[in-house]
């Protein structure tokens, strides 16, 4: 490759880099400055005398602590959830040969197509029946279920895993349950901590959800408890810039731990086959 | 042995069987009649035939405008990440160094929480003292558009913002680039291909499978954007952003048009399937399967 086009195209990916960062960069800016400076006009780059009000404003008036609570409670049991579940369904498509598993692979991809608009108002009426509205349950039960995305990852993952040692396990008088414990689960941890994150992130994330089932203010996620705080205090942009990076920065925190099993999860779904 | 591989594996696969019951299969039939309903949510569905669709077609303008804004944003939106997310990724395939950290860079907007991107964008495209106006005051546009403030420019924005998030189809088709076998290049370059003919002739090609996947999960996304929407400007100005996810939520949860709402779901699932298949259809001529993949 030539020198010149070397040059050109890191100096396009250091441009189109800062252009990326700096969104975030301005959230955390915004988020330290007093308000003389966030509205101060020409702008003011970077923050002097930085302040930490914000985050203590923003983390006492919204409840931050009390919504970043609910939201983990709710994680955790969404990964449980998909992680146990998911796998169960995955080692059924990939290493158990029955009638009807191809069908059911099938469902998988026509539940990824299909809106979850369809879906949504039945749903709610069964919660509703079920006098689950207001509580975490419809919020978390489903993942039991297993989530479509992730069993097709974990499938894809089975998938690669030889035979020959559940073949000798089974020999050996060793029980389905027993190969998908002991040998399945074991050799299978990047992918099953892939979508544990995915999970995680999804359900950290999540907005529709808590929208229409949490009407309790004290039973608020973040996504919700800050949509709320926006709509109360539109201009206290240092506050929201506050909320908003601390509830980024978790996410940011795990992307960083965990790279490889994102971008590891996500080849693995995007490839064919 | 066979009875006892059925037995397991439905066993196994009971969680899914009991979630595409009680989520999908009783919800998609309950949809379907509510459809046909004049329904609150309160009393029984009580039934009205073709009304509901009868009302959306003819009688309802707003639906049309939610329709016409979702598909601007499909139409402008699917093709923008496409090129923008393939243009990144070429650029980084280039063997270049401290590519994981560009990776990183790029990734990172779309998988932090929606609200939150949300928010930080309105502040950031706020008209007047917002970041993005702030930098096209500087180099000299005396006018910069209102954003989200004004309805020619509202739907614009929300593309713009929707950019930042390109990193995900990103590294998928930057894993693609990455499995291309380097022997193709090599024999191209034997036959005296320069680079627009290698991108041409051997790397889109190669990369079509994933290209199709990145265009049916952006299509089905698009047609369901919802949530930047309700945080940013709840459908305004003038409705220009009331999107059909969110005219469908609106719909059913503040007027409680519950039977209405279910029959403008089946609409979007009928143009989301349509659409997918005629993508489909379309792939078995420009998709290439014949990698070493198989």
């Given at each position: 490759m030539s020198r010149v086009r070397v040059g050109v195209t890191h100096l396009v990916l250091v441009g189109l880099g800062i252009v990326f960062l700096f969104p975030f960069y301005w959230l955390v800016s915004t988020a330290l400055k007093p308000d003389a400076q966030i509205f101060a006009m020409p702008p003011v780059w970077v923050p002097r005398h930085p302040v930490w009000s914000n985050f203590w404003n923003g983390v006492k008036d919204i409840p931050f602590l009390l919504y970043t609570f609910n939201t983990i409670r709710i994680c955790f049991l969404n990964v449980l959830g998909t992680v146990v579940a998911s796998s169960l369904v995955a080692y059924s498509l990939a290493k158990i040969r029955w009638k009807g598993r191809n069908v059911l692979f099938y469902s998988l991809i026509a539940t990824m197509i299909l809106p979850g608009q369809v879906t949504m108002i039945p749903s709610f009426m069964i919660y509703k029946w079920l006098g689950w509205i207001g509580t975490l349950l419809p919020l978390t039960v489903p993942s039991f279920t297993g989530g479509a995305f992730s069993i097709f990852l974990l499938r894809q993952f089975f998938m690669t895993?030889?035979?020959?040692?559940?073949?000798?396990?089974?020999?050996?008088?060793?029980?389905?349950?027993?190969i998908y414990w002991r040998i399945i689960l074991p050799l299978s941890k990047p992918a099953l901590i892939t979508v544990g994150l995915?999970?995680?992130?999804?359900?950290?994330?999540?907005?529709?959800?808590?929208l229409l089932y949490l009407n309790d203010e004290r039973s608020y996620t973040l996504a919700i408890g800050l949509q709320r705080f926006v709509s109360q205090h539109d201009a206290e942009w240092g506050r929201l810039m506050a909320a908003s990076t601390l509830m980024v920065l978790p996410i940011v925190i795990i992307f960083f731990f965990a790279q490889r099993a994102f971008i590891g999860g996500i080849v693995l779904t995007g490839s064919k086959e | 042995m066979e009875a006892r591989n059925l037995r397991n594996g439905l066993l196994f696969a009971a969680p899914w069987i009991v979630g595409l019951v009680v989520f999908y299969a009783y919800p998609i039939l309950a949809s379907l009649y509510y459809s046909f309903c004049s329904y609150d949510g309160i009393r029984p569905p009580r039934w009205t035939g073709l009304q509901n669709y009868h009302r959306m077609f003819f009688e309802d303008d707003l639906f049309f405008k939610a329709l016409y804004n979702t598909l601007y944003m499909v139409v402008f939106g699917v093709p923008l990440s496409l090129l923008c997310g393939l243009g990144v990724a070429l650029l980084l395939n280039q063997k270049v160094r401290g590519i994981s950290l560009y990776r990183t860079i790029f990734y990172l907007p779309s998988i932090t929480p929606v609200v939150a991107n949300s928010i930080l964008w309105l502040w950031l495209l706020n008209p007047d003292i917002g970041l993005v106006n702030v930098v096209l005051h500087h180099l000299g546009i005396a006018k910069p558009p209102a954003w989200i403030a004004d309805p020619l420019w509202s739907k614009p924005a929300l593309l713009l913002m929707g950019l930042w998030g390109v990193g995900g189809g990103m590294v998928i088709y930057l894993a693609a680039l990455q499995n291309v076998p380097v022997a193709l290049y090599e024999a191209a370059s034997l036959d005296g291909a320069g680079i627009l003919q290698k991108l041409r002739n051997v790397t889109l090609p190669m990369i079509t499978p994933v290209i199709l996947f990145n265009v049916i999960t952006g299509l089905i996304g698009s047609f369901q954007y919802f949530t930047e929407a309700y945080v940013m400007t709840n459908g305004g100005p003038e409705d220009s952003t009331t999107f059909y996810a969110l005219d469908l939520f609106n719909r059913a949860f503040q007027d409680f048009h519950m039977g209405y709402a279910s029959a403008m779901a089946w609409v979007l699932f009928l143009i989301v399937l349509l659409c997918t298949i005629l993508v489909f259809k379309s792939s078995l001529r420009w998709v290439y399967y014949g990698g070493e993949n198989r």
């Open positions: 895993l030889p035979n020959d040692l559940s073949e000798a396990a089974k020999l050996d008088g060793c029980s389905e349950i027993g995915f999970a995680f992130v999804a359900s950290w994330n999540d907005f529709l959800g808590p | -």
